[in-house]
């Protein structure tokens, strides 16, 4: 198992993606907890990629509700439906954000955040999960995020 992650700040973004997911993948590997591996490949993030927020959802009932994340103190419980990450479960879609204040019905859980992606993770054909990522920057997610966040996504899923 690493113990830290080795990511040069000279690399483009999709670059740092490129390095990232493998030492994300050599750190779960052989490790059967799910809550240990979400919390660590969402500290991974984080750290690795400079993100704001990080964190996890599980689909409970009819709700999510709050998983392992790094970042500020977050929303526990989101309808789905509601806000980005209920969309995401909703339409089973990934949602990229280029600025929260102009998604319609936003949950504003901390007013630092600024744009925002969020991934469905599927497991037999359903919503299981919600990977949700936030930047305090606007538009500062595009095509490579949600190539790269949805190559991780399936390895989550391979998790599940």
Request: glycine share 8%; charged share 25%; hydrophobic share 45%.
């Amino acid at each position: 198992m690493a113990e830290e992650l080795i990511i040069s700040n000279d690399l483009s973004k999709a670059e740092k993606y490129e390095s990232l997911i493998p030492q994300i993948e050599a750190l779960v590997t052989g490790e059967p907890d799910l809550i240990a591996n979400l919390a660590n490949i969402a500290s991974a993030l984080k750290y690795g990629m400079g993100f704001f927020w990080v964190g996890f959802y599980f689909v409970k009932e009819d709700e999510l509700v709050l998983g392992p994340f790094q970042g500020p103190i977050a929303c526990t419980r989101i309808s789905k439906g509601k806000g980005v990450c209920g969309t995401s479960w909703e339409t089973a879609k990934t949602i990229l954000v280029p600025n929260v204040d102009e998604f319609p019905g936003h949950i504003a859980c901390s007013s630092a955040s600024k744009s925002e992606i969020v991934l469905p993770v599927m497991k037999n054909g359903e919503v299981n999960l919600i990977l949700d990522v936030d930047s305090d920057l606007l538009n500062d997610f595009d095509e490579v995020d949600q190539i790269q966040l949805e190559k991780l996504v399936k390895v989550i899923e391979g998790l599940i």
